[in-house]
């Protein structure tokens, strides 16, 4: 299946190297290709259907952050990143060709400097924990970054009775205050925010964080005692590589012609 | 999977120009090479599978609609597509290769004006929702729409023991009274019929209330309280811009060669 | 996924014509062809692994039957159909070829005049139900047949503790007299027996069968009361036209190029 | 899905009889041709991801063992292969560009003379029972080798608090003693350990063991009462033909062009 969507993919990615090298700047190019790779990966996994997206911060000036327009994230190709100020407004053009939730982005670059990567995902098994009292914990070495808690975001507090989406700073904001300085927020009846110290990392989280969440409501349906990671246990896996094996795997897959 | 899946389609695609041109009606082409899709969308998203139909009302005559042949629906050209009255008779031949429960959709157009595309589907993640006494409501704002309620449709009140099939317009008008007029019903022990404004929509609708249900089993497994969307967060989150960006999605991965 | 699959069968569909052209025999030619697909559909449909096995009567002999040697369903050919007696004989060359378990086959159509074909399974949602005291009922109109009961054969009764396979037609006879006059029966800490009037059916009914499994497990999760069909609707359900519409299409899902 | 990634899998096994042949050892190129196919069916088949490896011991000099340098086992090659002996050194170059996690294998190969090949894996039905009080237990035929038992590696017994991983000999150490004389232990939050007479054996019994984890969890749910394999019905399943049928279909699968 994977490989199906990497032979899908192949045609965006094959359109990189011409869109970018026009612009001449060749840093850029790198990161927005990055990017572009991040958003086929989160497709051709799963982590995101025809919604959700992902951003990095930009490598040359840290109060910009790059983003695709409104568009599915399998589909993106590197002339579709928009650059955008942290209030979430595109450098270029006006902002309706935009995701109506880029402030999640915007938000939290601005309150999290540490933050260089950030996935919004509607992931299908994350949404069962962000709906359920029954908080989501590390069940597998992999989600090792889940053991400083996932704290839940309800958008009823902030904002009354919504649609449920982030659709302006305030909402964005609140968000980030809820997510803190921890890897992930789940949000209620959504999906939930992760974000990273880079691309590749936050891709891995995404992924796993849905992974764990699945295999921990398969331990819970088992109906013995679970043993979850030990906070400690869970901090010193969550210091390991950054997923960079599963990055060269996942970009194999949809960089294939 | 669906990209693979696409490949096949590309053949029944590549169709659709030769047979429709030779109608000169560009417009109903349009309408009909949008069923078409509307059809592989649906088997390649796993909405149906060699059985589930999808219509959509004539646009040039409101008392008419179209709806393939008694056939597969991600094997439909639109060579394969019929039309028929509100009885559900065909304007050009005899009934005997339509659908028999055509009258599913006869007799919805019949009594929702506002009705313009049609799903009959058995998903297999709504099946348990339409036996059981637990209700389907909607744990993901992609489902909003199900905040109206979902009646379920038991054919044993208007037809006694029946083979389960809408054989005939008085079950068809006994499942529209049920449907009311809401965007969906459960049929216990066979599937749902799922309506729209348009074909994306109904598209998009059929696709979000089985993921839905899907996540809502999930969470009621968890063991936990629930939190589903309020009845005003379902209608704001229900009146949103109506699946155009995974009917994008959707269709690049249809139709590529 | 499927279409996947499909291709990789291309290759062995295509060598059925030369094979069996050069037997002459027209009838068995077509009758064998329709086995080798069968043998790719429940394969690509995941039904069999590479393991379970179909078979069919012979047209010309009703005290023969045919059916692979020992190999997965996916990979089978025209040339690798044998023809056996009713004592799972082969009529040509000596039995080290063929499959341990051809007795279930053999067996069954020495008790069932009417069986004309026979599909032995592990499908994944039928072993919960063959090793729980919870009974396989129809909570999907597609699995009607169910409705006539799921005999559970249980080898310990014949067989004491063995290593769980019909080696022998003591066994066979065994499993078909637990089977009675029944569509199928499932397989303790095995599988599943399901026999019917034609390859098509026997075939659609091991595929509804195990999705009928899965359904009823998921809605017996959900925790409220299950309406499962009558026995009655049950009856007219299954009378229903053979699965006709999806073997049309899982057989384009096998034999494309 | 799967004949997808065999397509995606083509190229690495074009390279080998290239690759090997440079080596002029034709001993060695047949077992590290089949270490490279065993690889690729676990990444094919889903029992591993881009994390997880497997191993053979060195058919030339039973003190050594072979596998992957540090990557993901999908886009193994048999230039990837490395000779280690049982100390998990390698016998050219250093150690840096192995997995961190090649104690498991030196150290069972070091305790257990008689095994041949080991799976280490997270696979993901296993996860939830390496974490529950519940034991895994055979309730298919196919997995009878679960009848010996499967212990649990708790790593805080010999390691406290650690990052999970197997990072040094004294950890791979008692996961071996933990692992005793049985075919596979589970490990407490991270996944398995499975052990065989050979390479086939050894992806058999992962890829089934993970599938019984799966449909022993469906059982538990259905709520009734679970009959599992009884430990003589276990050994004797165990003791068949090695997994040969499916080595070849899942074989088939990762090699077509």
């Given at each position: 299946m994977k490989i199906c969507m990497a032979i899908a993919m192949a045609a965006p990615l094959a359109l990189l190297g011409q869109t970018t090298s026009a612009r001449k700047t060749p840093a850029a190019r790198t990161l927005i290709q990055e990017l572009v790779i991040a958003n086929h990966i989160l497709a051709n996994e799963g982590v995101v259907d025809a919604y959700g997206h992902v951003s990095v911060r930009d490598d040359r000036n840290p109060q910009h952050y790059l983003l695709a327009r409104h568009m599915a994230?399998?589909?993106?190709?590197?002339?579709?990143?928009?650059?955008?100020?942290?209030?979430?407004?595109?450098?270029?053009?006006?902002?309706?060709?935009?995701?109506?939730?880029?402030?999640?982005?915007?938000?939290?670059?601005?309150?999290?400097?540490?933050?260089?990567?950030i996935v919004h995902c509607h992931?299908?098994?994350?949404?069962?924990?962000?709906?359920?009292?029954?908080?989501?914990?590390?069940?597998?070495?992999?989600?090792?970054?889940l053991g400083e808690g996932v704290p839940v975001f309800e958008i009823r507090n902030p904002g009354g009775m919504t649609d449920m989406l982030i659709r302006n700073?305030?909402?964005?904001?609140?968000?980030?205050?809820?997510?803190?300085?921890?890897?992930?927020?789940?949000?209620?009846g959504h999906g939930a925010a992760v974000v990273a110290l880079s691309l590749h990392i936050v891709v891995g989280r995404a992924y796993y964080m849905n992974l764990n969440a699945r295999l921990q409501a398969q331990a819970i349906a088992l109906g013995g005692k679970v043993t979850y990671l030990d906070p400690e246990e869970a901090k010193k896996a969550s210091a390991q590589d950054g997923f960079e094996r599963a990055w060269e795997y996942w970009k194999h897959k949809v960089s294939r012609p």
């Open positions: 994230a399998g589909l993106v190709t590197a002339a579709d990143i928009v650059e955008y100020d942290l209030d979430s407004k595109p450098l270029n053009g006006d902002a309706s060709g935009g995701y109506t939730e880029r402030f999640i982005h915007g938000e939290i670059y601005k309150a999290r400097p540490d933050v260089m990567a992931a299908p098994d994350l949404i069962p924990f962000g709906a359920s009292t029954v908080p989501l914990l590390p069940v597998s070495h992999m989600a090792g970054f700073p305030e909402l964005g904001h609140a968000l980030a205050q809820t997510l803190g300085n921890k890897p992930a927020a789940l949000m209620r």
